[in-house]
Each structure stands twice: as structure tokens, then as C-alpha cells.
């Protein structure tokens, strides 16, 4: 399947789930994160859920990165460049939402990509190889590919992989990990 029909279908597909089956499969989505070998790092990028687009909600995995003591990063979209600048979340850093919908810090420490261990990612779908599609702007092929090499990228799915997406180009960055409500899958590329 092309990326542009599978956008379409997986739109369709995560809006006809209702709100306690978002909040079910995100919570056991966040539950199942913590059999991931990825909680010996310091710096996690966290995406904060656009609710009317019934995305992952992250709250769940904030409330773990809490209770580890781990720093939570958050971004800014700057919807011209498709450029993303990063803050650390902190108790006092105050979230706005964007014209998208998307909750932003206003202000705060910026932390530059190489800094940040692990990403995780949000998704439209994902392949059985690890490649991945979000809304189709690139931000995060962009910000991904700012980060440093050995950074875990983890997708985030309330569905499980496709077969292959068909048309991959040069700038698409695969996943190291996916998780779904059921499932954790190991990409090596
Ligand atoms: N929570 C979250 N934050 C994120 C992303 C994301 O996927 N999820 N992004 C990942 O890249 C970037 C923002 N990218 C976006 C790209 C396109 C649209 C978009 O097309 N939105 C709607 C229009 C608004 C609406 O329907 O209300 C659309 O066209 O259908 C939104 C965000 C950065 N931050
Ligand atoms: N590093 C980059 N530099 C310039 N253009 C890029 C870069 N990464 C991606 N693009 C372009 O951005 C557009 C969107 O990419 P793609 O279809 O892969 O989006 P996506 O991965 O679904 O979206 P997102 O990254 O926002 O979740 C494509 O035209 C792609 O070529």
C-alpha cells in the first residue's frame, strides 16, 4: 500500500475508536513500554496527544517518566520551516495549544536533539519493518534526523503492522521499537 491511502485508511480506522478504547490501549500501551529495554537513559522526547485526532494518549507515559525521575522533553512546531525546537517539561513549563491542536510549551530550556536518548514517535501506521507514517509534513524525519545515531526511536500504535509501505523514500528514518496495546516489535535496521 502507498503512504497517501494508508494515511487515508488509518485516519478513518483510529477515528471510529471510542474514548475508552483510546484510554484502554493507551494505558496498555504505556504498560507495555516498561518491558523495553529502554529505561537506563536520561532524556526522553514525548509527544503531547492531539485529542481530536484521537492519538496515543501520553499522559500515562508522563506519569512514568515522573516516577523514574526521567527528564521529558517536549516540542514546538513552527508549521513554516517544519522545524521543531525542544524544552524540558517541568512542573512550571507552561503548555499552550497550537493552532493544530497540539499542546506546546511557551517557553523553557531548550534541549538540543543530541541530547535526547529516546523518541518516542507518534503514528498513522507502521510496516513490519519498522518504517513509519505520521501526517505527512516530515517534521519528525526532520528532527530524527538531528538526533544522534544511536538514539531508540519508538513508535507508538494503537494498531498492528503492515505488510510493507510501498513507496519509502531517502529522508524516512525507521523505528528501532513499536508498541501496540497487544505487542512490541524489534526492528533492526
Ligand atoms: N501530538 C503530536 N504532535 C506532533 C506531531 C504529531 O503527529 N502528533 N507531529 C508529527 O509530525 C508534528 C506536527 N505535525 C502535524 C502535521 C499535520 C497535521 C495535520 O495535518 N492536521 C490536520 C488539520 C487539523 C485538524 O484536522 O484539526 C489535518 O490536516 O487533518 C497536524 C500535525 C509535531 N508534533
Ligand atoms: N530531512 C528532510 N529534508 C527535507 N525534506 C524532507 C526531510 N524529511 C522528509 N522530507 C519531506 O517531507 C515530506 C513528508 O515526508 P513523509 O511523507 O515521510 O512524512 P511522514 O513521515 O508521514 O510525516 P511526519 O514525519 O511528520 O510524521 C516528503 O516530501 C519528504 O520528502
Redesign the pocket.
Known amino acids: 500500500m502507498k503512504k497517501k491511502d494508508i494515511r487515508i485508511a488509518y485516519r478513518k480506522k483510529r477515528n471510529e475508536l471510542s474514548e475508552e478504547d483510546i484510554e484502554e490501549k493507551s494505558l496498555s500501551i504505556a504498560n507495555k513500554l516498561l518491558e523495553l529495554p529502554i529505561w537506563n537513559y536520561s532524556f526522553y522526547h514525548i509527544?503531547?496527544?492531539?485529542k481530536?485526532?484521537k492519538?496515543v494518549n501520553t499522559e500515562f507515559i508522563l506519569h512514568i517518566l515522573n516516577g523514574k525521575d526521567k527528564n521529558a522533553v517536549v516540542?514546538k512546531?513552527d508549521f513554516k520551516s517544519l522545524g521543531?525546537q525542544h524544552y524540558l517539561l517541568t512542573d512550571a513549563t507552561p503548555l499552550k495549544a497550537n493552532s493544530?491542536?497540539?499542546p506546546e510549551p511557551m517557553f523553557g530550556i531548550e534541549i538540543p536533539p543530541q541530547e535526547i536518548d529516546v523518541i518516542f514517535i507518534?503514528l498513522l501506521a507502521f510496516d513490519k519493518k519498522g518504517e513509519r507514517i505520521?501526517?505527512?509534513?516530515g517534521?519528525?524525519d526532520r528532527f530524527l534526523k538531528e538526533c544522534k545515531g544511536n538514539s531508540v526511536k519508538v513508535g507508538l500504535s494503537f494498531f498492528e503492522a503492515l505488510d510493507k509501505i510501498s513507496d519509502i523514500d531517502v529522508n524516512d528514518i525507521g523505528l528501532d521499537y513499536c508498541v501496540t496495546p497487544d505487542k512490541i516489535y524489534t526492528f533492526n535496521q
Open positions: 509527544f503531547l496527544s492531539i481530536h485526532l492519538e516540542s512546531s521543531m493544530w491542536g497540539i507518534p505520521g501526517y505527512g509534513k517534521f519528525y
